[in-house]
């Protein structure tokens, strides 16, 4: 009953907070043992799938734009490194996702400059399929950053259809 709670546990946080890996070691660590890794595993990683194929978005995401909605504040974001490069992740199901880089109508002005795949950085070229869970580094000149945002989003983010 014990292995059921925990397989439970972690499956609801990967899923909430859209972090698998750490909600499989944070159960390890809890339990203290690695016998009962495999099924915790495998709950976390199929929290994670539902979590994706019903486009719930992470939790604390949510709860940090709610909370600055609230003060009437402006949100700065997250994903930004520098005037102009962000990084996006590609989600399943998004018009980039399964398609090769030079397949994709970009927004004028960005360039797609790196790509990060599980620890994998990944200098990627027009043969490059791209997969759902990948995060894109894109370069934009500074004054083109409305454009390029939304349009980026447009093309990472899941349809709802």
């Known amino acids: 009953m014990a292995v059921f709670a925990v397989c439970v546990m972690t499956g609801t946080l990967a899923a909430s907070v859209k972090t698998p890996i750490t909600s ?55 994903s ?10 590609l989600e399943m199901g998004a018009i980039a996702d399964g398609k090769r880089v030079c397949d994709v109508r970009w927004p004028s002005g960005c360039l797609i400059i ?5 620890e994998s950085e990944i200098v990627p070229r027009g043969d490059t399929r791209l997969r759902a869970g990948d995060y894109l580094v894109v370069l934009f000149s500074g004054e083109e950053e409305r454009e390029v945002r939304p349009a980026m989003r447009r093309l990472c983010d899941a349809r709802l259809d």
């Open 80 to 89: 930004h490194v520098g005037s102009g490069i962000m990084e996006l992740p």
């Open 24 to 78: 499989i070691l944070l159960a390890v660590e809890m339990s203290g043992t690695l016998t009962h890794m495999l099924p915790v595993a495998a709950v976390a990683f199929v929290g994670l799938l539902v979590s994706d194929l019903l486009r719930t978005k992470p939790i604390y995401g949510e709860l940090l734009e709610r909370y600055v909605r609230a003060q009437g504040m402006q949100m700065a974001i997250a």
């Open 114 to 118: 790196g790509l990060r795949r599980g």
